[in-house]
């Protein structure tokens, strides 16, 4: 697999030195780097003079970092290069508003795939051969954890494009397994995970706190449980009866995508372990008053994907 990266800004070189140092270095043919944001104009008459003059044949072209109008030099990049597959992660809420995304997928027609994960640590197969192939290594973090009562080695199966996980896997050794998803967390920010503290309109969350929320979920499903998490009480739950299920329309995890919460057939939320976040929104929301977070041990099942 070919992959030339357009980039911008020091996002964008992040992903790029993640991508080169954790084992992808020899598949990227090429970086287009774009001057940072706020160099660029807001609106862009004529896209054309941003079009890269040199851009080699591709499979998978990747746009990180770059905001605003200036991903419209997509298409064009894509026809350029032939690549048939194109991922577009958001760390930032206003980087590429849904609108773009949507004049994106537009221009490109139905014969390319796109993808725009938010972040990009949350990006997993998605039945296209070349983005897949960059998930086999790349994207929503699993690790394998050998461990007694403490941690003893971590190998990440996948990891952030970022380079985060592997930073975790090495400096959480040693640490007690009961705090390894707060340990892992701690570390994430010291990395530090470059995705935006600007909350989302789109999941009502930042997305700095989705990426935490994939990261202890792959510690929590290698570990097989987790030491907080928000809890339904279902005996007392509403979802059956009156309540318009404000739970599932708060939680930032199912606005971005995950099943985080579901109903089950008589309505009642129920809440997965291993992605919530305890970030207590559906606790505050929920106007009868029947989730709360618990902050003792319950069992986690081991992630599919
Ligand atoms: S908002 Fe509260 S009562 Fe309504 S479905 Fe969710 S948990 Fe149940
Ligand atoms: S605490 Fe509630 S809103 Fe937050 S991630 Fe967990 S289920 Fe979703």
Redesign the pocket.
Known sequence: MKIFILSSGEYGSKIVNGIANHGFAEKIVGVHEFPPYEELPEFIEDIQEYVPENVPKADLIIATGIHGDVNMVIPEVVEKSNAKSVIVPIYHPKQVPIGLQNEIKKSLGGEIAIVFPKPFCSLTPIGDDFIDEFTAIFGKPKFEIHADDVIKSVKVLRGAPCGSSWYIAENIIGTQVDDGEFEANNKLHNFPCSSSMIVDTGTGDTILHLAS?KMKEAIKRTLGFTNR??VVDREICEGSGGCEHF?LK?????LSGSD??SLNDDGKAC?DPG?????????NECPYGV?E?YEERVPVKKDPK
């Not at 708060?250 to 199912?254: I, R």
């Open positions: 929320y998490v928000a739970c708060a939680c930032p995890n199912v985080t919460i809440i992605s919530c976040g305890a970030c207590e929104i559906c606790v989730i977070i």
